[in-house]
C-alpha cells in the first residue's frame, strides 16, 4: 500500500474514532435555546390566555408576549460533539448542568419546582396589576410548604394563615424566618395561626376567619450551607382573596419569569383602548407583590425567541440588561425596566412613537 494512502486510511480511521468517542463521552453540560413565546391578550390551545369575570374588561388587540426557554431534562446527558455543537450555534447555549439542576434535583423535583413558581407568579402579576390600578387586594401570611421529617411536620399545614410568631404580630413572609432565628435550636417557638381549612371555609362564606390556635413547635438547626440557625421546617408565604376573578390559562409552562408580561396583560384588559398601539412588544421578567420586576436566567434566548415571531421592543429586567445588550437581534429594541410602572411608561412612548423617550440597555446595563 502506498505511504500516502496508509496516511489518509490512518486519518479517516482517527477521524471516526475521536467522532465515536466524542458520541460517547458523556459531559457535565446542559442546553438552553429559544423556546415558544406566547401573547398574554391572545388565546393559546384554543382560549384566551387571561380570562376576566366579575368586572369590566376590555379587548385587547396588541401584543404583550412572554417569552420562554426550553432546557434540556435533568436526566439527559450531553454528549461531546453536542456540547461542542452547542457551543457554535448562534441561538443556543451550552451551560454546565449543576447551573440548571443544582445540587442534583431530578427532573421531577425541577418541575415540581417550576410549577410552583408560575403559580406564585400569577399571583404576584394579579396583584401587581391591580395595585397599579388602585384596586385594593387583601393579603395575608400562609404556610407555603411542610418540610417532610421536620419539627413542624403534622403541627401545621400548607395554607394555615400565620398571624403571629411568639405574640409578634407577621405582616411579611420573611417576618416569620426573623422570629424564629431569634431563638436558638431546640427552644420552642409558638405560632399562633388561622387552621386552612377555617380559612377556605371563611372566604367561600365571604367572611373573615376569626378563631385562631396557637401551635408551639421545638425547633431544629439548620442543614444547609449557611449560617447555622434555629428553623422549624417551612416556608412561607403571601395569600390573596381577590374582588373579582382572574384565571390565567397556561398550560405547560413553568418558572417565575412571565409576571411582568402576564402583569401588564391584565393591566391592558382591565383598562379602554391598546397599551402598545399596534406594536409587538415581548418581554420577562419576575415581579413582585409591590410591581417590583426582578432578573430572569437565559434572556439572551428569550430576545432571539422574540425576534423571530415579529416583536419590535423586549421589555427587559434592569439586571438583565448587560447580557441581553452583548448580542442583540437585529430589529430588537431592548427596553430597561425596574418595576410595572417604568414598563407601563415605556409602552406610554412606545404607542406614541416618542421611542427617543426611552431608557435603553446597553452593555453596562
Given at each position: ?87 457554535l450555534a448562534h441561538d443556543d447555549k451550552v451551560v454546565p448542568h449543576d447551573t440548571l439542576y443544582p445540587d442534583g434535583k431530578t427532573e421531577q423535583q425541577s ?220 430589529g430588537l429594541t431592548l427596553v430597561k425596566v425596574k418595576t410595572i410602572g417604568d414598563a407601563l411608561d415605556a409602552l406610554k412612548d412606545i404607542r406614541s412613537g ?12
Amino acid at each position: 500500500m502506498p505511504r500516502r494512502t496508509a496516511t489518509m486510511l490512518a486519518s479517516t480511521l482517527m477521524l471516526i474514532a475521536l467522532l465515536c468517542a466524542g458520541l460517547l463521552i458523556p459531559v457535565p453540560y446542559s442546553e438552553m435555546s429559544p423556546g415558544p413565546t406566547v401573547n398574554t391578550l391572545g388565546d393559546h390551545d384554543g382560549e384566551p390566555v387571561l380570562q376576566i369575570s366579575g368586572h369590566k374588561s376590555y379587548p385587547a388587540s396588541g401584543h404583550l408576549n412572554m417569552t420562554t426557554v426550553r432546557v434540556t431534562s435533568a436526566d439527559y446527558r450531553m454528549n461531546l460533539v453536542e456540547a461542542v455543537y452547542g457551543w457554535l450555534a448562534h441561538d443556543d447555549k451550552v451551560v454546565p448542568h449543576d447551573t440548571l439542576y443544582p445540587d442534583g434535583k431530578t427532573e421531577q423535583q425541577s418541575t415540581q419546582e417550576n410549577a410552583e413558581e408560575f403559580s406564585q407568579s400569577q399571583e404576584s402579576a394579579k396583584v401587581a396589576a391591580l395595585k397599579e390600578l388602585g384596586v385594593p387586594v387583601r393579603s395575608w401570611v400562609i404556610v407555603a410548604t411542610v418540610v417532610k421529617g421536620s419539627p413542624a411536620e403534622g403541627k401545621l399545614h400548607a395554607g394555615d394563615v400565620i398571624k403571629a410568631v411568639d405574640g409578634a404580630a407577621v405582616r411579611q413572609p420573611s417576618d416569620v424566618a426573623k422570629l424564629v432565628t431569634k431563638h436558638q435550636p431546640g427552644q420552642k417557638v409558638v405560632f399562633t395561626v388561622v387552621p386552612a381549612k377555617d380559612q377556605a371555609a371563611a372566604e367561600k362564606a365571604n367572611k373573615t376567619a376569626t378563631r385562631t390556635q396557637d401551635v408551639t413547635i421545638t425547633t431544629t438547626t439548620s442543614d444547609d450551607t449557611g449560617a447555622k440557625r434555629a428553623i422549624v421546617g417551612i416556608s412561607a408565604g403571601t395569600d390573596h382573596t381577590f374582588p373579582f376573578t382572574i384565571d390565567i390559562k397556561l398550560a405547560d409552562v413553568g418558572g417565575p419569569s412571565a409576571g411582568l408580561m402576564f402583569s401588564l396583560g391584565i393591566y391592558d384588559k382591565l383598562t379602554p383602548g391598546d397599551l402598545t398601539g399596534g406594536k409587538f412588544v415581548a418581554g420577562t421578567g419576575t415581579i413582585d407583590d409591590d410591581g417590583k420586576v426582578g432578573p430572569i436566567g437565559g434572556v439572551e434566548m428569550k430576545t432571539v425567541g422574540a425576534r423571530s415571531k415579529g416583536a419590535q421592543y423586549f421589555l427587559t429586567p434592569a439586571d438583565n440588561c448587560a447580557a441581553a445588550a452583548k448580542d442583540t437581534p437585529s430589529g430588537l429594541t431592548l427596553v430597561k425596566v425596574k418595576t410595572i410602572g417604568d414598563a407601563l411608561d415605556a409602552l406610554k412612548d412606545i404607542r406614541s412613537g416618542d421611542t427617543a423617550a426611552l431608557t435603553t440597555c446597553t452593555t453596562k446595563g
